[in-house]
């Protein structure tokens, strides 16, 4: 059996978010589905437990997985987990801030892994055409998308606006009832 010493500190991280969490150490052992001298054991830090005890027993407590495991020396913090590991054991935060923090976090994570790889992908594929291709991006970035012809898609569309309701009139020019017989005119040339 090990000895406290070797084992990282997650037996006492589990009691404080028990206490925190007002539930007793049988309510938890019955809602982690373990028995509850095994559950006093590590607590005390006489056990370690696995990571498929951890992973229920972060359930029942409503922390996040990772921060349990980094805990208990399964994962290191290479990933960012110190922060979830934070928020778990911030005594002023409720459980359900504490689970809303965390998923937020990990949340903007995920966002800015698939906005990095979007990232690389647009560089490899810019990287892979040829000069002339690549500056037509860049123009697209920077006017936006274009039609086959290459004409901006908000001209084209401005001249089919101006095209089916005719050339616009002066301000003031042009009352209501003319603009409704020259609509009506434009729709008989074209049928």
Do not use: C, W
Request: glycine content about 6%; hydrophobic content about 40%.
């Amino acid at each position: 059996m090990a000895t406290p010493k070797d084992l990282p500190d997650v037996g006492g991280f589990i009691r404080d978010l028990r206490r925190n969490a007002k539930i007793s150490l049988r309510q938890l052992a019955e809602q982690a589905g373990v028995s509850n001298p095994y559950l006093s054991q590590i607590e005390r830090g006489l056990r370690k437990p696995s990571a498929e005890v951890l992973q229920q027993l972060a359930s029942a407590l409503r922390v996040s997985t990772p921060a349990m495991y980094l805990r208990a020396g399964l994962l290191d913090d290479k990933e960012g987990h110190g922060v979830l590991a934070a928020i778990a054991v911030d005594a002023d935060l409720t459980m359900a801030q504490k689970q809303s923090l965390s998923q937020i976090y990990e949340t903007f994570r995920r966002e800015n892994t698939r906005l990095a790889e979007a990232e690389t992908a647009q560089a490899d594929q810019a990287a892979d055409q040829p000069a002339s291709q690549a500056a037509d991006l860049a123009n697209v970035a920077a006017t936006g998308p274009t039609t086959v012809g290459g004409t901006p898609t908000e001209a084209v569309l401005e001249s089919v606006a101006v095209t089916e309701a005719g050339t616009a009139p002066a301000p003031g020019s042009t009352s209501i009832p003319q603009k409704k017989k020259a609509a009506e005119a434009a729709e008989e040339e074209t049928s």
